[in-house]
């Protein structure tokens, strides 16, 4: 998949702004560059120049000056792609960025395609596949713990841990293949009991990875909370204090919030995602209906359920008593989420009438959504229910759902090479399984791959990246 093109694009997003940044790669990035850069005050010629330096000077399209420019220049292999790269800084008007990108088309060079940049360093060995997936997941972070993460995979945290374990378990499948050879004299080059160490040790491994899996997924992509009730209890009014703007319409009349709101907020480090939806009550009203349809849908997609009362309402025996039956329904059938009960407008409840509504429902958190009083409270319940441990002591966390793909397979033919191992299998049945698990665990870091995947892992990257 090399290619020997010099490639071209805008490294910064596109629009105007204050600067923009123009990256080229490739064999001419250099002497292309050179043949329309004009050095302030000196002749200086970029070919000439030191890798890993910068020069002022002006981009030149024949004789007409197109912008005043710094020229990064990088040469190759000490560069990100390990190519010769150029990284033109201009000033961000859209006319000058197609301007300047499309005199180095006509130079010869060709316009990059999503994610090239990091797949030529994959391909020239700058990084290893988890490395550059990194990169991807990097630039999409949008809170401290994805960007922990991403920034610990691209140091090769993940990659190392994987290839120390796969580089160990190369050197006891060669002394096994070596067995082979010498079938007939019935001798072992490979000590068992290491091995079956080993392979204890990979076992432990891998299924830590595994399970990281859950808490990397939650942070990579947040979690989804529904926050449920029935009409006028202050939902909005919650989901407003919660992103604290003013996201949703509030209303005294019931029955405002006919589609489901959602937006996501940062806390502790962990994105959360929160969804309004329609107040679940009996009702004739076709579009309301429609909503609270949909309030079942996003019941069933969250992670996590708020389930929202009046706190005025549990004066009221009777409504205690309905209201204890329906957060058993929801407790019921979604026994596997964790379910927040939440007792709203307790600035309209004296201190005896707050006391009964704790004694009543025991787990209920109080609040006033309107006022703003237990909302933080609430915001350190919802953080508690993710396990940020590994976060906090810098633990390797699986993010990527290939990865955690390749990792359940590898795991898969380790247990079938314990298993082996346990019953005296044969070394050449016990080779089998552990060049399997060996073609897992080369998948994760790119040691085995084909132009298929890079194509789906490098599409998802954006284009000068």
């Known amino acids: 998949m090399i290619n020997q093109d ?5 490294a910064t997003p596109s629009g105007a702004g204050a600067i923009a940044v123009i990256r080229l790669s490739g064999n001419e990035a250099i002497s292309m560059a050179d043949s329309c850069f004009r050095s302030v005050k000196t002749k200086k010629k970029l070919v000439n120049q030191k890798t890993h330096t910068i020069h002022l000077g002006h981009i030149i399209d024949n004789s007409r000056t197109i912008d005043e420019v710094l020229v990064s220049v990088f040469k190759n292999p000490n560069s990100y792609t390990g190519e010769d790269v150029v990284e033109v800084s201009c000033h ?26 990091t797949l030529r360093a994959f391909l020239n060995g700058k990084l290893d596949l988890s490395q550059a997936e990194a990169v991807a997941d ?16 691209m140091r090769g945290g993940f990659s190392s841990e994987i290839a120390k374990l796969r580089e160990e378990l190369l050197n006891f499948a060669s002394l096994i293949e070596l067995e082979l050879d010498f079938a007939e004299e ?3 080059f490979a000590d068992r009991t290491q091995f079956k160490e080993l392979v204890e040790r ?11 899996f859950a808490v990397g997924n939650v942070i990579k992509n947040g979690i989804p909370v529904a926050i449920v009730g ?41 994105g959360f995602r929160f969804i309004d939806t329609a107040g679940i009550r009996e009702t004739k009203d076709v579009v309301e209906s429609i909503g609270i349809k949909k309030t079942f849908e996003k019941i069933d997609q969250a992670q996590v359920v708020i389930f929202i009362a009046d706190s005025t309402n549990f004066k009221d025996e009777s409504f205690v008593h309905s209201f204890k039956i329906e957060v058993e329904k ?33 787990d209920i958190h109080l609040l006033s959504a309107k006022n703003v009083i237990g909302v933080e409270e609430l915001k350190d319940k919802l953080l508690s229910f993710v396990n940020t441990g590994a976060l ?12 955690y793909d390749s990792l359940l397979k590898a795991f898969e033919e380790i247990e079938k090479v314990k298993d082996g191992l346990d019953s005296g299998l044969s070394g050449d049945l016990l080779a089998i399984d552990i060049r399997q698990a060996l073609y897992h665990f080369g998948e994760i870091t790119g040691e085995i791959t084909n132009d298929d995947l890079l194509g789906n892992i490098f599409a998802n990257f954006c284009i000068g990246k």
Request: one cysteine or more; aromatic letters at 4%; charged letters at 25%.
């Open 202 to 212: 990979i076992r432990f491994v891998l299924k830590r990875l595994i399970d990281s």
């Open 92 to 117: 961000g008007s859209n006319y000058i960025q197609q301007e300047i990108i499309q005199l180095f088309l006509r130079q010869g060079c060709r316009m990059a395609t999503a994610g090239e940049f």
């Open 330 to 362: 929801i407790k019921n059938k979604y026994p596997l989420k964790p379910l927040l009960i939440i007792a709203n407008k307790v600035d309209k409840l004296n201190g005896k009438q707050i006391e009964f509504v704790k004694n009543d429902i025991p």
């Open 230 to 270: 029935e009409p006028n209890v202050g939902k909005s009014t919650l989901l407003n204090a919660l992103l604290n703007e003013e996201r949703a319409i509030v209303s005294e009349i019931a029955g405002t919030t006919r589609d489901t709101i959602e937006d996501e907020i940062s806390i502790g480090g962990i």
């Open 6 to 10: 010099t490639i071209v694009a805008l």
């Open 392 to 403: 906090r002591n810098n633990d390797t966390i699986v993010t990527n759902s290939r990865h």
């Open 138 to 153: 990097l630039i999409s972070s949008d809170n401290e713990a994805s960007h922990q993460i991403a920034m610990q995979q």
């Open 186 to 188: 019935d001798v072992e």
